[in-house]
Antibody, heavy 123, light 108 residues
Framework: QVQLVESGGGVVQPGRSLRLSCAPSGFTFNDYAMHWVRQAPGKGLEWVAIISYDGSDKYYADSVKGRFTISRDNSENTLYLQMNSLRAEDTAVYYC????????????????WGQGTLVTVSS | EIVLTQSPATLSLSPGERATLSCRASQSVDFYLAWYQQKPGQAPRLLIYDASKRATGIPARFSGSGSGTDFTLTISSLEPEDFAVYYCQQRSNWPPITFGQGTRLEIK
């Protein structure tokens, strides 16, 4: 079955950087667009970014544009989120998620989610 | 940016009862609306997409309806495992993809 496993979270000081990774299994990774979605403690869901199945198209929320970069390595079956200039308000659980259910399109439905990795930005 | 407003914020019901959750969009999203369920400490799960299509493996007691700006998620007869937070999400006008603030369904 579809599984998504995030890693790379932790405690980081404001202004510093962090890179999250996501390891998918149970489906053909290079057939699907992928998202990052975050959830601040006790709050709702906030979409962060999406990358097309081949990495050619990327879109971001205004709150992270210019600071975060989504990327993927289809040969290594890995999704990334590079987070720079981190702020306290970036503190959240970050979910790696699949865009589906249609292959090779930006569908903008999040059909599978990982368990998330917690990023805490604090001095 | 399209704003989704969910109501009520909290819904208190008993197992076996019918639950009706609402999601209103600040402008038309056609039928491009999805519903997710999130239990404490877990990731969200897709329930409904395109307003009324059940996702894979979702029980028939979950149904969605609506179009334009007003949408409803109905759970016909609540099971104990249905008590959770529910979010709606639109994909009509993006970026950004936006979510509602959530409705907490709690046991009465």
């Amino acid at each position: 079955q579809v599984q998504l496993v995030e890693s790379g979270g932790g405690v980081v000081q404001p202004g510093r950087s962090l890179r999250l990774s996501c390891a998918p299994s149970g489906f053909t990774f290079n057939d699907y667009a992928m998202h990052w979605v975050r959830q601040a403690p006790g709050k709702g869901l906030e979409w962060v970014a999406i990358i097309s199945y081949d990495g050619s198209d990327k879109y971001y929320a205004d709150s992270v544009k210019g600071r975060f970069t989504i990327s993927r390595d289809n040969s290594e079956n890995t999704l990334y989120l590079q987070m720079n200039s981190l702020r306290a308000e970036d503190t959240a659980v970050y979910y790696c998620a699949r865009d589906g259910p249609t292959k090779q399109q930006l569908v903008l439905i999040v059909d599978y989610w990982g368990q998330g990795t917690l990023v805490t930005v604090s001095s | 940016e399209i704003v989704l407003t969910q109501s009520p914020a909290t819904l208190s019901l008993s197992p076996g009862e019918r639950a009706t959750l609402s999601c209103r969009a600040s402008q038309s999203v056609d039928f491009y609306l999805a519903w997710y369920q999130q239990k404490p400490g877990q990731a969200p799960r897709l329930l409904i997409y395109d307003a009324s299509k059940r996702a894979t493996g979702i029980p028939a007691r979950f149904s969605g309806s609506g179009s334009g700006t007003d949408f409803t998620l109905t759970i016909s007869s609540l099971e104990p495992e249905d008590f959770a937070v529910y979010y709606c999400q639109q994909r009509s006008n993006w970026p950004p993809i936006t979510f509602g603030q959530g409705t907490r369904l709690e046991i009465k």
